[in-house]
């Protein structure tokens, strides 16, 4: 009993939000599930108005599901009214410097609620619930939260709906492999036996459309399992205490972005005014660095050039030492191999090597191929024993994408 005790105070809790994060970014993950940290600002413009419609159409269900039928209008001002409480000057609108402010978003949740509906208004689907709050038992023993935005039937016939308030459409081949509503279907077969079929479906609120899937018994076994292989990286990770950054696009969209190592440096230089950014050592450090490494390869350049140039010289003039102030160039020539260029030429000559005898003593360890597969625990665990893996740094310059923008 006492086994079977602690076994269950191990099971932890997963969402698609929770997978989604760390698969987005592991070091987001950490800060929010495992640190626990508050951001700096509360959620996106985005998340806000996407929170508003949602809460908005639940208040339309939930009157209709007691025969109460709310009028646009009334619709309409409730969302409005909601949205003048709930506001704040601290929600991040990452596309600010594009012009658009708060009362863009208002306006876009405005025009959402007033298209879904007319399109919505006289559907004879069943509401089940709303904003569901439940738990799915995975094979693993791990839980799964189930939020279903709205949970409906048509006879033996039910629909899992989630609103989406996204400026680009979800195409099929993304519906047919979406997880989050696949997912909740397992839930619904599991508490209604009389499902014969379940029906996911997305309402695109940007474009008044609705896109539709379903899922196999089989597909959803394959899902389940990929979403158990998924969690177990993320003990893996939690054990290791290894949650790298991640940065792409969606940076811009973090709430975490200033306490990210990514970008923590930036929201300190862009908080000083441009004396003290001159100053600043990161500034200093990463300007000389990226100064010498462009000489570097300026002089890599030259030195070609140079080398192509001194054998010329003494092509024409005849001789193979070539006298300079304090210095003299040697040119001699030399036997350069060349092997096959073409792909099965190169791999008939290596089969040659190895059938002859002569490959063990010609070739070598490729070390960026066999660290890869240390890391994926590709090799044998008796080779797996005879190397470590240790911590380093490798540092590399790109642009700032953030003044390519301006």
């Known amino acids: 009993m006492h086994f079977l005790l602690v076994l269950y105070n191990k099971m932890a809790t997963y969402s698609h939000s929770k997978i989604s994060s760390f698969e987005t970014c592991p070091y987001q993950y950490k800060l929010h599930y495992i640190d626990k940290i508050e951001p700096e600002v509360p959620t996106t413009i985005e998340a806000f108005m996407g929170d508003i419609v949602h809460q908005t159409l639940e208040m339309m269900y939930k009157n209709k599901r007691f025969k109460k039928r709310v009028e646009k209008k009334i619709l309409i001002k409730f969302y409005r009214d909601l949205w003048e409480k709930e506001y704040s000057d601290d929600i991040l609108i990452a596309k600010e410097d594009e012009g658009l402010k708060s009362d863009n978003y208002r306006k876009m949740g405005e025009k959402f609620i007033a298209d879904y509906y007319d399109s919505h208004k006289d559907d004879d689907m069943t509401i089940l619930a709303l904003e569901t709050q439940d738990r799915l038992t995975l094979p693993d023993g791990n839980s799964w939260h189930v939020r279903i935005d709205k949970l409906g039937c048509k006879e033996d016939t039910y629909f899992v709906c989630d609103y989406k308030s996204n400026s680009r459409i979800k195409m099929q081949e993304e519906a047919d492999s979406d997880r989050q509503l696949a997912m909740y279907s397992i839930w619904v077969k599991d508490k209604f036996k009389d499902a014969k079929k379940v029906i996911l479906k997305w309402h695109m609120l940007a474009f008044d459309k609705d896109i539709t899937s379903e899922r196999t018994e089989e597909q959803l076994k394959s899902l389940q399992q990929e979403i158990i292989e998924i969690i177990q990286e993320i003990e893996e990770a939690t054990k290791e205490n290894d949650f790298p950054?991640?940065?792409?696009?969606?940076?811009?969209?973090?709430?975490?972005?200033?306490?990210?190592?990514?970008?923590?440096?930036?929201?300190?230089?862009?908080?000083?005014?441009?004396?003290?950014?001159?100053?600043?050592?990161?500034?200093?450090?990463?300007?000389?660095?990226?100064?010498?490494?462009?000489?570097?390869?300026?002089?890599?350049?030259?030195?070609?050039?140079?080398?192509?140039?001194?054998?010329?010289?003494?092509?024409?003039?005849?001789?193979?030492?070539?006298?300079?102030?304090?210095?003299?160039?040697?040119?001699?020539?030399?036997?350069?191999?060349?092997?096959?260029?073409?792909?099965?030429?190169?791999?008939?000559?290596?089969?040659?090597?190895?059938?002859?005898?002569?490959?063990?003593?010609?070739?070598?360890?490729?070390?960026?191929?066999?660290?890869?597969?240390?890391?994926?625990?590709?090799?044998?665990?008796?080779?797996?024993?005879?190397?470590?893996?240790?911590?380093?740094?490798?540092?590399?310059?790109?642009?700032?994408?953030?003044l390519e923008e301006e």
């Open 245 to 402: 950054t991640n940065p792409t696009k969606l940076c811009d969209y973090c709430l975490y972005k200033s306490s990210c190592p990514s970008f923590k440096h930036l929201a300190e230089i862009e908080e000083k005014p441009i004396e003290e950014f001159r100053e600043d050592q990161g500034v200093k450090f990463v300007d000389e660095f990226s100064e010498i490494k462009t000489k570097l390869s300026e002089l890599q350049e030259k030195q070609d050039e140079l080398r192509a140039k001194l054998i010329e010289f003494s092509k024409q003039k005849g001789v193979d030492v070539v006298y300079g102030s304090n210095m003299k160039a040697s040119i001699k020539d030399f036997d350069k191999l060349v092997l096959p260029e073409e792909d099965e030429d190169y791999r008939k000559f290596i089969e040659l090597l190895k059938n002859k005898g002569h490959w063990e003593e010609c070739s070598m360890i490729c070390y960026p191929k066999v660290q890869s597969k240390v890391i994926k625990k590709e090799l044998h665990p008796d080779l797996l024993k005879k190397v470590r893996l240790e911590k380093d740094k490798r540092i590399s310059l790109s642009k700032r994408k953030d």
